[in-house]
């Protein structure tokens, strides 16, 4: 075989599937299934009783604070420098045939983003897109003795015009920059790691799935590579991100809600620790008591805190109440960003869009387990629900607290809040609403 003909067939093996995507996406498009939905759309957003808009007010799609570098950081990587190095036709990996049953991280696309950061060499170095592989590091990497590293989720959907779209990424690099600076790890240019990402995803997009039932969930990961085993910040680092397809986060009931176990005896986090950061030292003393709500037959954990048993978190999740205060009023309430739990960019967008709708009260308070079943006994509580970029919105409808089963009426309202802030978000991310939040990849 001539050069000219191996350069060919290697262009053939790599557009192959891209080519069979395409195909199948124009078949979608005239499908009588495809129609169906759009006029199911149609009808649902007619009858909405309020809706999330392009128009915006400012408070509506405020950005965070830029970061401020350590003067000692060094050199900032640019994704002007970025190179590029595709994965062979032998290394590509098969896609799954059915994006309705994808479950979570079990899957890898083929391709990953690294970029090191070495001060010893003036700081960031040159960013990187390689085909996916093992890390190879010293086994005296910081990472592997102090638990040295962060991570952010994201997730990267296919809309019904068929663009890619990642929802709200600045908010997520002003997160990790955070979590950063807590570790001792170096902070980056969230602008010029979103440009990378950018790239990364255009070469992995046939990996996106093809309905609105799925997504391609993104992975930043930020890791101490110094090979020393003091107790210090890290002089070496690794940022990497790798994508994986997922489909539901959660195995819920056949209602479609989860199931709680909440016993004050376990403790998340404490005032002055690392609760609202997103790492993974946060995470692996979770994984037993997760067991244990299991062992129950319950789906998660509801984590509280102090003598009052205040709710923080669920699983990996925010949590809200929607009920009936003392005014007669319906509110929905989350816990305020107190240092015990995670800014999470899907709390800040229910909080932004519900405050501009104005048709209920929306508030940052304390909830407690004696106010939840307190509530509970005078009819008053309608939902709880928890929010993350993996799961978007989870409805509870049981918790089993201090040996009681409380049965919460979630999925029983007429009108759930839960669903009508779900279908909100997700008609953002998929594009069926333009606005500033969807982040359109080129």
């Known amino acids: 075989m001539t050069t000219k003909m191996a350069i060919n067939a290697k262009d053939i093996f790599r557009n192959q599937h891209r080519l069979i995507r395409f195909l199948e996406q124009s078949i979608r498009l005239c499908s009588n299934q495809s129609l169906k939905a759009a006029q199911q759309q149609q009808q649902k957003s007619s009858s909405v009783d309020f809706?999330?808009?392009?128009?915006?007010?400012?408070?509506?799609?405020?950005?965070?604070?830029?970061?401020?570098?350590?003067?000692?950081?060094?050199?900032?990587?640019?994704?002007s420098q970025l190179s590029v190095r595709l994965a062979a036709p032998e290394q590509l990996q098969p896609k799954p045939d059915n994006d309705g049953e994808l479950g979570f991280g079990r899957l890898f696309t083929d391709h990953m983003l690294k970029i090191y950061y070495h001060k010893s060499l003036g700081g960031w170095q040159r960013p990187e897109i390689t085909p996916l592989e093992n890390l190879v590091m010293h086994p005296a990497a910081k990472v592997l003795h102090y638990a040295v590293e962060l991570f952010e989720g994201m997730k990267a959907y296919r809309g019904v015009d068929g663009k890619i779209r990642i929802f709200r990424p600045d908010m997520n690099m002003n997160r990790m920059n955070l979590a950063a600076q807590r570790s001792g790890l170096p902070t980056f240019e969230g602008k010029e790691f979103v440009q990378c990402l950018s790239r990364l995803l255009s070469i992995d997009s046939e990996w996106v799935p093809h309905t609105d039932t799925a997504s391609l969930?993104?992975?930043?990961?930020?890791?101490?590579?110094?090979?020393?085993?003091?107790?210090?910040?890290?002089?070496?680092?690794?940022?990497?991100?790798?994508?994986?397809?997922?489909?539901?986060y959660f195995k819920t009931g056949s209602s479609g809600a989860v199931s709680l176990l909440a016993d004050p005896s376990y403790v998340r986090a404490w005032p002055g620790g690392v609760g609202?950061?997103?790492?993974?030292?946060?995470?692996?003393?979770?994984?037993?008591?997760?067991?244990?709500?299991?062992?129950?037959?319950?789906?998660?954990?509801?984590?509280?805190?102090?003598?009052?048993?205040?709710?923080?978190?669920?699983?990996?999740?925010?949590?809200?109440?929607?009920?009936?205060?003392?005014?007669?009023?319906?509110?929905?309430?989350?816990p305020p960003l107190s240092g015990l739990i995670l800014p999470g960019i899907t709390r800040d967008s229910i909080l932004r869009m519900t405050r501009q709708w104005g048709k209920f009260k929306v508030s940052e308070a304390n909830i407690t387990m004696p106010m939840v079943c307190e509530l509970?006994?005078?009819?008053?509580?309608?939902?709880?629900?928890?929010?993350?970029?993996?799961?978007?919105?989870?409805?509870?409808?049981?918790?089993?607290?201090?040996?009681?089963?409380?049965?919460?009426?979630?999925m029983e309202q007429e009108k759930p809040v839960h669903e009508l802030i779900r279908e909100t978000l997700t008609d953002i991310q998929y594009g069926r609403v333009d606005h500033p939040w969807s982040v359109v990849i080129d």
């Open 51 to 79: 809706e999330i808009t392009a128009s915006v007010d400012a408070q509506y799609t405020s950005a965070p604070e830029p970061i401020k570098h350590d003067k000692n950081l060094g050199h900032q990587f640019r994704a």
């Open 217 to 248: 969930y993104i992975r930043p990961t930020l890791i101490g590579i110094d090979p020393t085993l003091g107790v210090a910040s890290s002089d070496s680092a690794l940022l990497y991100t790798i994508l994986s397809p997922v489909g539901s």
């Open 276 to 334: 609202n950061r997103k790492m993974g030292s946060n995470y692996a003393p979770t994984i037993n008591v997760q067991k244990e709500a299991a062992a129950k037959g319950l789906q998660q954990v509801l984590w509280l805190y102090g003598e009052d048993h205040q709710l923080t978190e669920v699983g990996t999740m925010n949590i809200f109440m929607f009920y009936v205060n003392e005014q007669g009023e319906k509110e929905l309430v989350t």
């Open 376 to 410: 509970l006994n005078q009819g008053r509580l309608l939902e709880l629900f928890g929010a993350g970029t993996a799961c978007v919105v989870s409805p509870v409808n049981r918790i089993s607290y201090l040996g009681q089963d409380l049965y919460i009426p979630t």
